[in-house]
Nanobody, 127 residues
Framework: QVQLVETGGGLVQAGGSLRLSCAAS????????MGWFRQAPGKERFFVAD????????YYTDSVKGRFTISRDNAKNTVYLQMNSLKPEDTAVYYC????????????????????WGQGTQVTVSS
């Protein structure tokens, strides 16, 4: 089992940047695929980006391609989401998630494809 804690959220103006971090505790962090999802008020939780166990493969939802970058440091048990050129529509609670399978799915993931979740961190982008 793994415990996940997100940090780095906050309030930023449109066009600005934020870097989210997700620290994992527990065993075998380097075996997990890691993902970021987000949930706006009154909406479902949607996929943002994920990264495979080694960091060699990544995948992004179309709306964040070219603006967000996911990375991981297995020595620090941490996954990151660098968010640039932020837009008001990026406003949401951002959740970190871990998947036992280690590799990316062959489809854009849904929340049910992930096994463990953090508590979330709020990102607010003002216009």
């Amino acid at each position: 089992q793994v415990q996940l804690v997100e940090t780095g959220g906050g309030l930023v103006q449109a066009g600005g940047s934020l870097r989210l971090s997700c620290a994992a505790s527990g065993r075998s962090f380097s075996n997990y695929a890691m993902g970021w999802f987000r949930q706006a008020p009154g909406k479902e939780r949607f996929f943002v980006a994920d990264i495979n166990w080694s960091g060699g493969n990544t995948y992004y939802t179309d709306s964040v391609k070219g603006r967000f970058t996911i990375s991981r440091d297995n020595a620090k048990n941490t996954v990151y989401l660098q968010m640039n050129s932020l837009k008001p529509e990026d406003t949401a609670v951002y959740y970190c998630a871990a998947a036992l399978r280690g590799d990316l799915t062959a489809w854009e993931p849904e929340p049910r494809d992930y096994d463990y979740w953090g508590q979330g961190t709020q990102v607010t982008v003002s216009s």
